[in-house]
C-alpha cells in the first residue's frame, strides 16, 4: 500500500459488474423518490448511467412511480436539436424517458439548438433554481471533466457554453460517424449547481476510467482534475467496477469492496 491519504469522506462501492452497480444506483435512487412529495434528480449521459437507467425502468416496472418526479439534466451539444440521434435530448428519451411514466413537463435538458445561448444558459440556471437536486447521478471523462466542464485553470460557477476538448472530441467520436462529426462546443450546468446537490453518485466503469479515478479522492483539489472538487461535497458516492477501481486498489489497498 502507497503512503498517500485517500478522502474516506466518500464512499466507494467496488462491484463485479456494471449491471450489479447499475442496480445498486436504482437503488438508492428508489430511496431518493419513496416519501418525497417532488423529487429532483440530476441524470448524465454517455455509455456510464445505461445499466442504472435500465435497472432503474425495471424498478418502474415493478411499481415504483416516477410521475412525481423532475429531472434535470447535465448537458447537451451546442448545435444539435432534441431529434439528433447524437443529442443528449434523444439519448435521454431513448434510455429512460420513453420507457417510464416521467412526465414531460417536468424532464429538463439545456437546449444546445437555442438561438442564444446565453440566455439559454440564463434560462437553465432558472430552471435549476426552482429545482434543487435531491441525487445527482454523475459519470467523469478521461480527463476528469464532469458534466461537461472541462480542465481548466477556472473552473464556471453557472451553466455556460464550453469548448470541448481534443479528448473529450476524441473520447465522444465512438457515438458519431466520424471525429469531424462531433461538436466542437457544449452547453453544461456549473460546478455550482453540482456541489449544490444534497447527494451526489459518481459512476465509473472499465480501465480507460482507471487513470482517472485514483485521482478523484487523494485529498488535493484541482480545477485542472475537475473531478476532483467532489472532495467538497459531504454525501458522494462513488460506484465503481474491478477494472475502473484497478490503481485505486493498488494505491490504496482494498476499499470497502462490495461482494
Ligand atoms: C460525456 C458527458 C459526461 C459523461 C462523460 C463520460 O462527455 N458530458 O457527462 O460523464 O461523457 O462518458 P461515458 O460514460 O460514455 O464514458
New binding site residues.
Given amino acids: 500500500m502507497k503512503e498517500c491519504v485517500l478522502d474516506m469522506s466518500m464512499t466507494i462501492r467496488i462491484f463485479d459488474t456494471v449491471r450489479d452497480a447499475g442496480i445498486y444506483v436504482a437503488t438508492i435512487t428508489e430511496a431518493v423518490i419513496v416519501g418525497n412529495q417532488s423529487p429532483v434528480l440530476g441524470l ?6 445505461t445499466a442504472f437507467y435500465q435497472a432503474l425502468i425495471n424498478l418502474h416496472r415493478c411499481g415504483l412511480d416516477l410521475s412525481q418526479v423532475t429531472t434535470v439534466n ?2 447537451e451539444y451546442v448545435g444539435l436539436d432534441a431529434n439528433h440521434p447524437q443529442s443528449y435530448h434523444y439519448f435521454m428519451q431513448m434510455h429512460l424517458f420513453s420507457q417510464t411514466n416521467l412526465s414531460s413537463q417536468n424532464t429538463f435538458i439545456p437546449n444546445g439548438a437555442a438561438p442564444n445561448l446565453i440566455q439559454e444558459c440564463a434560462r437553465y440556471d432558472e430552471i435549476l433554481k426552482a429545482h434543487a437536486i435531491d441525487l445527482q447521478i ?4 478521461v480527463n476528469g ?4 466542464n472541462e480542465p481548466a485553470d477556472m473552473l464556471l460557477t453557472n451553466t455556460h457554453v464550453v469548448t470541448l476538448r481534443e479528448e ?1 472530441i476524441a ?2 467520436a465512438r457515438f458519431f460517424d466520424r471525429t469531424e462529426a462531433v461538436p466542437r462546443q ?1 452547453i453544461t450546468m456549473g460546478i455550482q449547481s453540482i456541489l449544490q446537490s444534497k447527494r451526489i453518485v459518481l459512476m465509473a466503469f472499465g480501465a480507460e ?1 482507471a487513470d482517472i479515478v485514483a485521482r478523484i479522492a487523494t485529498g488535493n483539489v484541482s480545477t485542472n482534475i475537475p473531478v476532483s472538487i467532489l472532495q467538497l461535497h459531504q454525501n458522494v458516492v462513488l460506484v465503481l467496477d474491478r477494472e475502473s477501481a484497478r490503481q485505486l486498489v493498488d494505491n490504496y489497498g482494498e476499499v470497502n469492496v462490495q461482494e
Avoid at 448524465?44 to 448511467?49: C, E, R, S, V, Y
Fill in positions: 448524465a449521459t454517455g455509455d456510464t448511467p447535465l448537458d454523475l459519470g467523469v471523462g471533466h464532469i458534466g461537461f473529450t473520447s465522444n457544449a476510467k
